[in-house]
């Protein structure tokens, strides 16, 4: 934030008029002021007077802001006591024309204050040099002011303070005494100032001419006048009595000339101003400058309060009236997530830490079922990525076997679990029972294919042991061989040739007595021979109200597991059960369109599995 650089108090306006100048001032109350000639350069021993007189037009006047007056140096005087106060600038407030032949100005003044704890006296400059932006100012009215250098003007200095400390306002103290004039003796007036006492307002500096009408510096009273020192006429540097510094040769305004910006030589940067002697992007009303950019402090999420104090908008915070908030009606619910939407979000709707299940999704802060929402809701959905989550277990690999039959039914009532219990189980089933000669009922099935319905009835009427106590051993038991007479279609055959194409061949499912998990209802969709959207569409509606499907394509002779659907793709997302391959970054899912390709015909055979338990 940029502040502004105040000048010093007095400055001086000389009207030349021929070769020699006396300036002899008279007057009353308001202190008419009588000019004479006086030599046209003029030196002021780099002091600035109070006084401007002169018998042309005055210059143009400046508007006192709060607390400071426009007054003659001596009213201030009178009025503050000497040195109790500092003028804002060099430029006039006002003039009086109390003589045919002078003027006379009036600056504003202001009462000094004294800085209380744990403010301190300090220019603008010197107080952004000591804190940078982190200060603020205690008092609007002057403590003080710099000793003036080579090419520098007197800055008035301010109470200043950190941001961070309390802001204390000094005022200053006012109060009423009762004084008994006293008699003066002749040639002598009673003047009240920081005390009362009597004064020859013929000599009087302070009182020149009338009570309270004060010389200029390196002026003197003569004759009730007020005129220039005679050993302070000496050249005067021109620019001085434009109330400019000569610099390079040439007079500038330090208080805004962009090349001697406060002192002669300081350049401002490029697409700055100078503003009071200080380097200023000239930032408009409401906003402040920060890292060479004028922002709004209340609402830039990169500099909010303060510049540099940035909002973390990956984690849905806005800059609101300077200070970093959530979003709309956003909560923090978790410090680490951030802000949530609770309108939205499943896992905080409607209020923090209200989880919705796997099978709703937040609608305006109320968990809704999916079932309820129907596909419309959704344009792409996927059980493997719902809710910030994978509902499925991890990809298995069938290899060198026809066990898709075994592995598509598995896969399914190991996901059910996981949503019907609201998490992820890590529920990893045997698929070896089935591959190997193990159905009561007499289904038959190897690696040379096998029967998925049969998989559900079995898993209904028996369940199967998990993975750990009747491993997977039957990846490599069979080949593909070509067909005889079409050798562009193959089918599979067993490597060794035995009754059961499986290891082991034989069922070993009696000495099992482990928990076996099975499913307490499935059912197969309706065959959707044609592929029509109203039935893709119902297909999609079964996956939202039952969760993962298995499929089976006659054309592929597969079957795997329908996960989910991308209408922006129109593709179905199917996991496979053919292993992962990070080489090639391939996860096990995989894409297949609604239309046209060779095994889109998955929809002619679906069902859904329920009630996945462990017995």
Not at 235 to 242: G, M, R
Not at 480 to 496: K, R, T
Request: include cysteine; hydrophobic fraction near 30%; aromatic fraction near 6%.
């Amino acid at each position: 934030m940029a502040f502004r650089r105040e000048k010093s108090r007095a400055a001086i306006r000389l009207a030349v008029v021929c070769c020699l100048v006396l300036v002899l001032m008279t007057g009353a109350a308001l202190g008419a002021a009588q000019a004479v000639n006086v030599q046209q350069q003029v030196t002021i021993n780099r002091a600035v007077l109070n006084i401007v007189t002169t018998t042309t037009t005055p210059p143009g006047t400046t508007t006192c802001q709060d607390p400071y007056s426009c007054l003659y140096p001596g009213e201030a005087d009178q009025k503050w006591g000497s040195g109790n106060y500092l003028a804002s600038g060099t430029t006039p407030c006002g003039y009086s024309t109390a003589a045919a032949t002078a003027v006379v100005a009036k600056y504003c003044y202001a009462q000094t204050v004294t800085c209380q704890d744990p403010c301190q006296c300090l220019s603008p400059v010197e107080a952004r040099q000591k804190w940078g932006g982190d200060m603020s100012q205690c008092s609007a009215s002057p403590c003080g002011k710099t000793i003036p250098l080579t090419d520098t003007l007197p800055v008035v200095k301010y109470c200043y303070q950190q941001k961070s400390a309390p802001v204390r306002v000094v005022q200053p103290v006012v109060s009423l005494v009762t004084v008994k004039l006293p008699t003066c003796p002749a040639g002598q007036t009673v003047c009240i100032g920081t005390a009362v006492s009597c004064v020859n307002t013929s000599s009087d500096t302070k009182n020149c001419g009338s009570c309270g009408h004060a010389c200029g510096i390196n002026q003197e009273c003569v004759d009730g006048s007020c005129r220039v020192k005679v050993e302070q006429l000496q050249t005067v540097d021109p620019c001085l009595l434009q109330g400019k510094r000569t610099c390079s040769g040439a007079c500038a305004d330090l208080s805004s000339d962009v090349f001697n910006c406060g002192s002669c030589g300081n350049i401002c940067d490029q697409g700055f101003k100078c503003i009071g002697g200080q380097c200023s992007l000239g930032c408009a009303q409401g906003y402040d400058e920060c890292r060479y950019d004028c922002v709004n402090l209340k609402t830039d999420p990169e500099n909010c309060g303060d510049c540099g104090n940035t909002c973390d908008t990956g984690r849905n915070q806005v800059c609101k009236n300077g200070l970093c908030a959530c979003k709309g009606d956003m909560l923090i619910c978790d410090p680490k997530v951030g802000c949530s939407d609770v309108d939205s979000n499943p896992k905080q709707c409607g209020s923090c830490n209200n989880v919705c299940s796997p099978t709703e999704t937040c609608v305006q802060g109320h968990c809704t079922n999916i079932c309820d929402l129907g596909p419309s809701h959704f344009s792409k959905f996927s059980w493997a990525d719902w809710q910030g989550m994978n509902w499925m277990t991890a990809v298995k690999n069938q290899g060198q076997c026809g066990s898709c039959w075994a592995f598509g039914p598995v896969s399914v009532t190991e996901a059910m679990y996981n949503i019907e219990h609201r998490s992820q189980k890590n529920l990893d089933i045997s698929e070896e029972e089935l591959v190997s000669p193990c159905f009561a009922s007499g289904i038959s099935g190897d690696c040379l294919g096998g029967d998925y319905g049969g998989s559900l009835k079995y898993l209904k009427s028996s369940g199967l042991v998990s993975e750990a106590v009747y491993p997977y051993k039957s990846q490599n038991e069979a080949k593909s061989v070509p067909n005889a007479g079409d050798p562009a279609h193959s089918h599979l055959e067993c490597n060794v040739q035995k009754n059961h194409c499986s290891t082991p061949s034989a069922c070993t499912d009696s000495t099992l007595g482990s928990t076996r998990w099975g499913i307490t209802s499935s059912a197969f969709l309706p065959v959707n021979a044609n592929n029509k959207p109203d039935n893709i569409n119902e297909m999609k509606k079964e996956l939202l109200c039952h969760g993962p499907l298995v499929v089976g394509s006659s054309n592929w002779w597969h079957v795997v597991a329908l996960v989910g659907w991308d209408d922006s793709t129109q593709q179905w997302t199917i996991k496979n059960s053919w292993g992962t391959d990070p080489a090639t970054n391939y996860d096990g899912y995989e894409k297949i369109h609604y239309y046209n390709d060779f095994n889109s015909d998955i929809m002619n055979s679906s069902a859904w599995v329920q009630g996945v338990t462990g017995q």
